[in-house]
């Protein structure tokens, strides 16, 4: 058995073929690629009895991975992040059977490591000398240093008010990086002309190259594998460009294609902020495709992307699993980050708290039941985002003594 059963690459509008091994974008219709693999072989010769048996990482799927040699993996030991129960948050929102698949734990503090070891482990396999993209924070940071781990280049541009820590981790790798008065795909533009004038750099902003989804994916793998090969009844999770719940409804169909889950499929719930809401717009108008806000501003950087290339793919997942797609405020987001940690101990991102405020609005409004298993994805750690905390503390003199707590 090959570590990789890679196939190809489909045009997700048309279904055009495309040749797997070569340096890939978007395809001809200007659609992002999919990735897809002989599962008959897979099935054959894999068992999940054989995968438990593997190494802790995301890498234990390295047949639906489209990495074809174990010799060209980049790694920092992403994957098999904890799917942590959050009682207390559960009894607070009314949903006992409360989940967090929380990605805070991986290499450089966001689910975006997942993406950045696949899609460079691929670029590098296939030749590629350098990497290039616009990025809200996150996305830029993981591939800077993945990138840096392979012997690579890296050419990252970000909007002037990303975070500044992940500005400091591209420099800490050594990548060129830029800062932009803009939105993200003002900084795309930048990229796309700078990737034009320059030769061996790939561009890998979000969908327009076919190997960052595929790490993503496996979240959806390890969700399964955690819950012993079965689905919950409930995802949600934070939604910009759409990579994250796009790679978890496409693992989805290829394990059941696989038989390594049943038939039923959990409700994929697509979470945004206020501020920014193209897909939730799109969902209420029971549209295929979104629209751009005329302004897109939220605290939740992560998910500021007002037209997603993918965001026709992102309202399929929703509609096929019969999910949701909901906006929260940036005060609610902030209110649950906070209830979280006092609640059950864990310090998560703004992109993922908002998952954890939407799924109050669910609860309350019907569509999430008491009984339901539900999963929340927390993208990142809270401590990349110390700007959500106000320190509003007392200062008190070296002698002068902690006063009494104020009792009730």
């Not at 002989?38 to 802790?56: F, G, K, N, S, Y």
């Not at 790798?173 to 034009?196: F, T």
């Not at 719930?269 to 920014?276: D, I, L, M, N």
Request: hydrophobic share 40%; glycine share 12%.
């Amino acid at each position: 058995m090959s570590f990789s059963s890679l196939s190809h690459l489909e045009c997700s509008r048309t279904g055009e073929r495309v040749d797997a091994d070569r340096v890939a974008g978007t395809s001809v219709a200007g659609a992002p690629l999919l990735a897809r693999y002989d599962l008959d072989r897979v099935r054959e010769t894999v068992t999940p009895q054989d995968i438990a048996a593997r190494r802790p990482d995301l890498w234990r799927y390295h047949e639906v991975l489209p990495v074809r040699s174990p010799e060209h993996v980049v790694t920092l030991g992403e994957g098999m992040t904890p799917l942590l129960p959050t009682p207390n948050f559960g009894k607070h929102a009314g949903v006992p059977t409360l989940l967090m698949k929380d990605e805070g734990l991986v290499p450089t503090g966001s689910f975006k490591a997942r993406g950045a070891a696949v899609g460079v482990s691929r670029a590098a396999e296939l030749g590629v000398r350098g990497v290039a993209m616009p990025t809200n924070g996150n996305a830029g940071a993981a591939w800077a240093l993945y990138a840096a781990r392979a012997g690579m280049k890296s050419l990252i541009a970000m909007p002037n008010d990303a975070p500044s820590i992940t500005m400091k981790e591209c420099l800490s790798a050594g990548a060129e990086l830029y800062r932009v008065d803009g939105l993200i795909g003002d900084a795309g533009k930048l990229v796309a002309a700078a990737v034009a004038e320059r030769g061996g750099y790939q561009e890998t902003s979000t969908l327009k190259e076919p190997y960052r989804l595929e790490g993503k994916k496996t979240m959806g793998y390890e969700i399964a594998e955690q819950l012993g090969w079965r689905m919950p009844d409930v995802i949600l999770y934070p939604t910009g460009g759409g990579v994250g719940i796009i790679g978890i409804y496409k693992a989805l169909l290829e394990m059941q294609e696989l038989g390594w889950i049943g038939d039923k499929l959990p409700r994929l719930v697509a979470v945004q902020a206020e501020g920014c809401a193209p897909i939730v717009d799109a969902f209420a108008r029971g549209a295929r495709e979104s629209e751009p806000p005329a302004e897109a501003r939220t605290i939740a950087f992560g998910i500021t992307v007002p037209k997603a290339l993918g965001d026709f793919l992102v309202l399929d997942a929703v509609y096929a699993t019969d999910g949701t797609a909901i906006a929260v405020s940036d005060e609610q987001l902030l209110a649950a980050q906070r209830t979280l940690t006092e609640l059950d101990g864990t310090f998560i991102c703004p992109e993922g708290a908002a998952c954890f405020a939407a799924l109050e609005q669910l609860r309350e409004g019907g569509q999430v039941a008491e009984g339901d298993e539900v999963v929340v994805l927390n993208t990142g750690a809270g401590i990349k985002y110390p700007e959500t905390v106000e320190l509003d503390v007392p200062m008190l003199g070296r002698t002068e003594p902690i006063p009494a707590p104020i009792s009730g």
